[in-house]
């Protein structure tokens, strides 16, 4: 299986700052990497597929890069709705995997 | 409205089986591939089980292989996972998922999901 690295476990920030989330894939996965947002006792929420492709409807202050094992989600601006958990989530097969998610917190 | 509604949860006894169900609305269900996630109390995410628009392509996570079984039936836009021998391990709660496309995907409408405890 492949297994998916998120770093940090837990990052704190305040309203504005510019924040930067990775995730290493044990192998490649081409761009099949997507990024899931999820606030307490609520469903997760797609922000962006295939590596950077903004779902509908998310704030532009999201954004992806990256390509084979290596990936970024980066928050241009931090909005007070920001703070949340983040997932990355890799579709190179049916052997899908999450990794262990990015808590942001307020600083 | 786009629409996932999971039921069929509850609690059980470990070796015990439950299977839950998935009702679909609001899109056309046999063009997009389905999946369980489930996420226990606390915890992250984790991929169970997925299955393509047709059902000629079905994946499980190592974890779950060989005591569940996912299952689609198209003509009632339904999604199905048949829970045998259950562990104490698999108490979460699942979501029904729809991928992006036919296969895999990213996941982009989640079920709020049922949930399922295995206790003795």
């Known amino acids: 299986d492949i297994q998916m690295t998120q770093s940090p476990s837990t990052l704190s920030a305040s309203v504005g700052d510019r924040v930067t989330i990775t995730c290493r894939a044990s192998q490649s996965i081409s761009t099949w990497l997507a990024w899931h947002q999820q606030k307490p006792g609520k469903a997760p929420k797609l922000l962006i597929y295939k590596v950077s492709s903004l779902e509908t409807g998310v704030p532009s202050r999201f954004s992806g890069s990256g390509s084979g094992t290596k990936f970024t989600l980066t928050i241009s601006s931090l909005q007070p709705d920001d703070f949340a958990t983040y997932y990355c989530q890799q579709y190179n097969s049916y052997l899908i995997t999450f990794g262990q998610g990015t808590r942001l917190e307020i600083k | 409205e786009v629409q996932l509604v999971e039921s069929g949860g509850g609690v059980v006894r470990p070796g015990g089986s439950l299977r839950l169900s998935c009702a679909a609305s609001?899109?056309?269900?046999?063009?997009?591939?389905m999946n369980w996630v489930r996420q226990a109390p606390g915890k992250g995410l984790e991929w169970v089980s997925g299955i393509n628009w047709s059902s000629s392509i079905i994946g499980y996570a190592d974890s779950v292989k060989g005591r569940l079984t996912i299952s689609r039936d198209n003509a009632k836009n339904s999604l199905y996972l048949q829970m045998n021998s259950l562990r104490v391990e698999d108490t979460a709660l699942y979501h029904c998922v729809r991928g992006r496309g036919t296969g895999e995907d990213a996941f982009d409408i989640w079920g709020q999901g049922t949930m399922v405890t295995v206790s003795s």
């Open positions: 609001g899109f056309t269900f046999d063009d997009y591939g």
